[in-house]
Each structure stands twice: as structure tokens, then as C-alpha cells.
């Protein structure tokens, strides 16, 4: 698997399904449960963020791993209050933090040989028999188009 164009074709469906999308259709509730566009995209940057605290940790890198902790934190609400933080921010700026972190993982991931991506066990948080490479399949190209998705219906919707 080639982890970099995994995360780059993510990020090109995430870009594609909200490209032209009308500025007043960001914040229309109910794309996603109770979520807008622009709180899809809020909560899909909080997930590039705990991707670049997981491969700055791989990378043996020492620093805040705020992100990360919030996410594996036992019955924490990380979706929700991350979105949360976002809410009063511009469509512009949440786009521009969730383009940002991409950027940032892309350069993180170019660092870790393939090898490592692959190794089984090097997240234990995430389960013992899966490795970096399963969490960016499962966690972000996947979960990305599953958001996508519900964008391009709500997208259809608006057609209607």
C-alpha cells in the first residue's frame, strides 16, 4: 500500500465534494446527524490533527499529542467538542485548518518507511493487530468517503 496517495486521494474527495458548494449551504444542519458541511470538514480536521500526533509519534517525536489523547481518552467526546470549538469560525478558516493538517501529515508520512506503516502493533490504542497503515485505510480514506457521501446526498437535496 502506498500510504501517501491513500491520504492524498482522501483529501481530493473531501476537496471535490465540497467544491462550489453555495457558502450559505455550509451551515444547513442535518447533513450528518445534527452536523453541517462545515461541521464535517470541523470534525474531519480534528482527525488530521490526531494523524499528525500518530505519525509524529511513530517518527520518535517528542511534543504534544493533545490531539491524540482526546481522541483515545475512554468515554471522551471528542467528535462532538471538537466540532464544538469550531463553531464560531469561518467556513474559510476551518477549511484552511483541515487543508493545513493534511499538509502537515503528508509531510509527516513521506518521513516513516513503509516498512514501519506496515508493522502490526505500533498502535496499540487502535487495536494490537493492526498497524498505521489499517488506520489510515479504515480511519481516514474511509471514513472520508463515508462523510462524502452524506455530503453529496445533502448536495442532491439542495438540487431538489
Known sequence: MNASDVLKYGHGTVLRAVEGLPEAAWNTAGV???WSVKDIIAHLASYEHVLVDVL?????GSGSTLYLSKFIEP???FNDSEVDKRKDRTVAEVL???????TKS???IAQIPAETLRQVGTLP????EYAVDDLIVYQYYGHKR???????????????
Not at 146 to 160: M, P, S, T
Request: aromatic share 10%; hydrophobic share 40%.
Open 75 to 77: 468515554g471522551g467526546q
Open 32 to 34: 450528518c446527524g445534527i
Open 146 to 160: 463515508e462523510h462524502c457521501a452524506q455530503i453529496a446526498v445533502f448536495r442532491d437535496k439542495l438540487k431538489g
Open 96 to 102: 484552511a485548518e483541515y487543508n493545513d493538517a493534511h
Open 106 to 108: 503528508m509531510a509527516l
Open 56 to 60: 509524529t509519534t511513530i517518527l520518535g
Open 125 to 128: 490504542w487502535y487495536g494490537a
